[in-house]
Nanobody, 124 residues
Framework: VQLQASGGGLMQPGDSLRLSCAAS????????MGWFRQAPGKEREFVAA????????YYADSVKGRFTISRDNAKNTGYLQMNSLKPEGTAVYYC??????????????????WGKGTLVTVSS
């Protein structure tokens, strides 16, 4: 599966933003999706993940309650709704995927497919 993240931009603290991740290729095979982010000078970190059905979602503690991951399999697109953005949320956001029906992991190495990231800058 090929992935393309989009929707990044320059935001102010407290703003909301929705990122999209468009999938193409072998999308009829079930796959789990995850979002990661990488701030300047830091390691890429887990943000959120979602199962194929969307019935199971997982979040990093740092975004729990503010971010919502979702997906529309009919559109082959995943989403990351980000509310109450904070300056520490400034990063390149990546979407990732792994084929299968299981429970998605929060580990970067677990995902097989990655899209190019989209930059989110949160600054006043």
């Amino acid at each position: 599966v090929q992935l393309q993240a989009s929707g990044g931009g320059l935001m102010q603290p407290g703003d909301s933003l929705r990122l999209s991740c468009a999938a193409s290729g072998r999308t009829r095979t079930r796959y789990m999706m995850g979002w990661f982010r990488q701030a300047p000078g830091k390691e890429r970190e887990f943000v959120a993940a979602i199962s194929w059905s969307g019935g199971s979602t997982y979040y990093a503690d740092s975004v729990k309650g503010r971010f919502t991951i979702s997906r529309d399999n009919a559109k082959n697109t995943g989403y990351l709704q980000m509310n109450s953005l904070k300056p520490e949320g400034t990063a390149v956001y990546y979407c990732a995927a792994r084929y299968g029906r299981g429970v998605p992991a929060a580990t970067r190495a677990w995902y097989d497919y990655w899209g190019k990231g989209t930059l989110v800058t949160v600054s006043s």
